[in-house]
Nanobody
Framework: QVQVVESGGGLVQPGGSLRLSCAAS????????MGWYRQAPGRQRDLVAH???????NYADSVKGRFTISRDNAKNTVFLQMNSLKPEDTAVYYC???????????????WGQGTQVTVSS
């Protein structure tokens, strides 16, 4: 059993900042990649940022230069620092982890429950 839990969402004014955190725990041998996706009402779930175990990152064009993804491999945790937030960043943000589990051994995708980010004055 693997748990993926996000925290840090909320309401912020345009131009403000928020930091999201996501921790994975349980039947984990290693985490190969982690990332953040978001889904606004009536829209599909889209990639925001992604980071590999080696630290390679990629970002959606819409957040480049404003958002930063980082991870703490020892704590199986990923962070998303969001600066210069815009109303169009409003969405439910989901954490994703691609995990090599211990038993049974295999690679699986896991998702958190989502955290709401609202950017509004």
């Amino acid at each position: 059993q693997v748990q993926v839990v996000e925290s840090g969402g909320g309401l912020v004014q345009p131009g403000g900042s928020l930091r999201l955190s996501c921790a994975a725990s349980g039947n984990i041998f290693s985490i190969e990649a982690m990332g953040w996706y978001r889904q606004a009402p009536g829209r599909q779930r889209d990639l925001v940022a992604h980071i590999t175990s080696g630290g390679n990152t990629n970002y959606a064009d819409s957040v480049k230069g404003r958002f930063t993804i980082s991870r703490d491999n020892a704590k199986n945790t990923v962070f998303l620092q969001m600066n210069s937030l815009k109303p169009e960043d409003t969405a439910v943000y989901y954490c994703h982890a691609y995990i090599l589990t211990k038993s049974p051994m295999g690679r699986f995708n896991y998702w958190g429950q989502g955290t709401q980010v609202t950017v509004s004055s």
